[in-house]
């Protein structure tokens, strides 16, 4: 069974500041995605991270994938305040079998 | 745009009330899912359907009931909905294979009801 573990669970940070969340999972997968969540909304997907060592930035935001560690990190540099959300990382254990296990979330605040 | 929407956003219930919960999807994805998702717990599967009239069970399939009588609707149903149902519902839609010129398959979520059981 895929396990997919996220830390931490909550984050309170400070504008300005850098941080990362990782998102480890216990079976072979190359195919990884991140979401975010703003408080009473829908998952937005952020990122596809399709092969090992791949990583993707948009803003302050950018994501990478190890596979061989099972491991991938989505760091936050100079937090600003509109990056509050709950953040989900996502594993597809065997491409084609269509579903996705989701990890527990982290929920970022930062503070002014 | 690829939209998913659900028939309610909130919802309060009282229990052993029979509870409707209606997805739509308007991109002839194959599959469909439904989630709940609780605080520290993360997305939990309850059920999906990657075809008409095919389901599958998830993580927590019980006291839960699906169907799929079309492709783009998946309707989720509580038969006698309980206070631990309580919950933010979830419900998404996938294609089977890469598609849009992407080579991975999207996953797109519907806005979510929030279910009370009273």
């Known amino acids: 069974e895929l396990k997919v573990e996220q830390n931490p669970l909550f984050l309170s940070m400070q504008e300005g500041k850098n941080y990362t969340i990782y998102c480890n999972y216990s079976t072979t997968s190359d195919r990884l995605y991140w979401y975010r969540q703003d408080p009473g909304k829908s998952l937005e997907s952020l990122f596809v991270l399709l092969s090992n060592g791949a990583v993707k930035q948009e803003g302050r935001l950018m994501a990478s994938l190890d596979t061989k560690a099972r491991l991938s990190t989505l760091h936050i540099t100079a937090a600003v305040h509109d990056l509050s959300a709950t953040y989900f990382c996502a594993v597809e254990a065997n491409f084609g079998n269509e579903k996705l296990t989701f990890g527990t979330g982290t929920r970022l605040t930062i503070i002014p | 745009d690829v939209k998913v929407t659900q028939s309610s956003r909130y919802l309060v219930k009282r229990t052993g009330e029979k509870v409707f919960l209606e997805c739509v999807q308007d991109m002839d994805h194959e599959n469909m899912f439904w989630y709940r998702q609780d605080p520290g717990l993360g997305l939990r599967l309850i059920y999906f359907s990657y075809d008409v009239k095919m389901k599958e069970k998830g993580d927590i399939p019980e006291g839960y009931s699906v169907s799929r009588e079309k492709k783009e609707r998946f309707s989720l149903i509580l038969e006698s909905a309980s206070t631990n149902q309580t919950s933010m519902y979830l419900c998404?839609?996938?294609?089977?294979?890469?598609?849009?010129?992407?080579?991975?398959?999207?996953?797109?979520f519907g806005p979510g009801t929030r279910l009370t059981v009273l």
């Open positions: 998404a839609s996938r294609p089977s294979g890469p598609s849009g010129g992407r080579s991975y398959n999207e996953q797109f």
